[in-house]
């Protein structure tokens, strides 16, 4: 993927920098750069006719332009401005979307005003579209990504860009789609004559899960040895359960030197009951390197599977890509307990999955650059 000479040249700039707050910066924008394409310096307007435009890399407060496009083109894709104080990471950056649209809908309060008290709360299936369209101001906002106990935590110090980039496509793919539900609710009520009985309410989802069927002490897995691998599976860590609304989402992550074992890996987290009856049992990404011995030198290949929770996957093979993680494979398991979450769930995957690289070691072996925030 090609970089913008100008972000590049910025990238170079701070990364020779003596300042280690500049050093990390230039090392992040690069990491960033190399995941999402299009990513751009921003220059601002003049405020006053004849009042030349201030130059991103002109100030000490860098800041730039990141597009931000959905996995399964569901959803029209979006600009995030993102900026940095001098002292970053030392001090938390600022996100804000960039445009008053998204697709054909006009960026309201859902994202913009919700209240911290309600920000990230997950919406639930409802028909009633003035209903659905109150529940909209409940979903969190952009600019408080940082601010709230919903959004990102952030720790001083540690870089946090990629989670609130992460967060923020959830929150607007999450209101994006409920604003189609709105629409949806509407035309159907519309075309249904008002004599008509009321539909009759669906049967329970039997993927539903009480709390009762998730076990939290998730230090040891027992599985059957009955179907051992032809070589020995490599050693599996799994992370403490993060519960929320009854749902429950465990990392387990492992050291691989070939993609066979995570197929290995996969079917051998299968063979445990518990995992192999959640709504999700194998979310998984993995990351390889290789010596080519040539010009090339080291050269990463990985993979992913959503495992029927959209986007999951992908966000994974992203973490491990920009943690710099190698021959490593992380796997997330979530139990759904009736409530949905929203964008919530993909906080809880991501965290998940670090607390399993935590356990692993594999985050101290990339240069103690990384976030290791506990829950």
């Given amino acids: 993927m090609d970089v913008d000479p100008e972000v590049q040249s910025l990238i170079d700039t701070l990364s020779a920098s003596e300042d280690p707050n500049k050093s990390a910066q230039g090392f992040e924008l690069g990491a960033l750069s190399a995941i999402y394409p299009n990513v751009r310096l921003h220059h601002p307007s003049p405020s006053r006719p004849g009042t030349p435009a201030s130059s991103s890399s002109g100030s000490d407060r860098v800041r730039f332009v990141v597009t931000l496009q959905p996995e399964d083109g569901t959803t029209p894709e979006i600009e995030v401005l993102v900026s940095l104080p001098e002292d970053y990471p030392e001090y938390a950056p600022t996100l804000q979307l960039l445009g008053k649209y998204v697709g054909s809908y006009a960026v309201d309060a859902g994202l913009w005003e919700a209240s911290a008290a309600s920000a990230g709360r997950g919406l639930e299936e409802v028909s009633d579209s003035s209903v659905l369209r109150t529940k909209l101001?409940?979903?969190?906002?952009?600019?408080?990504?940082?601010?709230?106990?919903?959004?990102?935590?952030?720790?001083?110090?540690?870089?946090?860009?990629?989670?609130?980039?992460?967060?923020?496509?959830?929150?607007?793919?999450?209101?994006?789609?409920?604003?189609?539900?709105?629409?949806?609710?509407?035309?159907?009520?519309r075309s249904t004559p008002r004599a008509s009985p009321p539909p009759s309410q669906p049967a329970p989802s039997t993927s539903a899960q009480t709390?009762?069927?998730?076990?939290?002490?998730?230090?040891?897995?027992?599985?059957?040895?009955?179907?051992?691998?032809?070589?020995?599976?490599?050693?599996?860590?799994?992370?403490?359960?993060?519960?929320?609304?009854?749902?429950?989402?465990?990392?387990?992550?492992?050291?691989?030197?070939?993609?066979?074992?995570?197929?290995?890996?996969?079917?051998?987290?299968?063979?445990?009951?518990?995992?192999?009856?959640?709504?999700?049992?194998?979310?998984?990404?993995?990351?390889?390197?290789?010596?080519?011995?040539?010009?090339?030198?080291?050269?990463?290949?990985?993979?992913?599977?959503?495992?029927?929770?959209?986007?999951?996957?992908?966000?994974?093979?992203?973490?491990?890509?920009?943690?710099?993680?190698?021959?490593?494979?992380?796997?997330?398991?979530?139990?759904?307990?009736?409530?949905?979450?929203?964008?919530?769930?993909?906080?809880?995957?991501?965290?998940?999955?670090?607390?399993?690289?935590?356990?692993?070691?594999?985050?101290?072996?990339?240069?103690?650059?990384?976030?290791?925030?506990?829950?």
């Avoid at 710099?324 to 769930?345: N, Q, S």
């Fill in 211 to 375: 709390v009762n069927d998730i076990s939290t002490g998730f230090s040891k897995l027992n599985f059957s040895a009955s179907q051992a691998p032809a070589k020995p599976l490599p050693e599996i860590y799994t992370s403490e359960a993060i519960t929320d609304r009854k749902s429950a989402f465990v990392g387990h992550c492992a050291r691989i030197s070939a993609e066979a074992d995570v197929a290995a890996i996969v079917a051998h987290l299968l063979e445990d009951k518990k995992i192999a009856r959640a709504a999700h049992p194998t979310i998984w990404a993995y990351r390889l390197a290789r010596d080519t011995g040539g010009p090339a030198g080291i050269v990463t290949e990985g993979d992913y599977d959503d495992d029927g929770e959209t986007q999951a996957g992908s966000r994974l093979k992203h973490l491990l890509e920009i943690l710099d993680v190698r021959d490593t494979v992380v796997v997330v398991t979530r139990w759904f307990g009736g409530i949905h979450l929203g964008p919530d769930r993909f906080k809880h995957i991501n965290q998940a999955a670090r607390d399993a690289m935590e356990l692993a070691g594999v985050l101290e072996e990339t240069g103690g650059k990384k976030d290791k925030r506990r829950r």
């Fill in 137 to 189: 101001m409940t979903v969190g906002n952009v600019t408080r990504t940082y601010l709230t106990s919903a959004g990102v935590p952030f720790t001083p110090g540690q870089e946090c860009i990629f989670d609130g980039l992460v967060h923020v496509q959830s929150l607007v793919e999450s209101w994006y789609s409920d604003h189609l539900a709105i629409d949806a609710a509407g035309e159907a009520a």
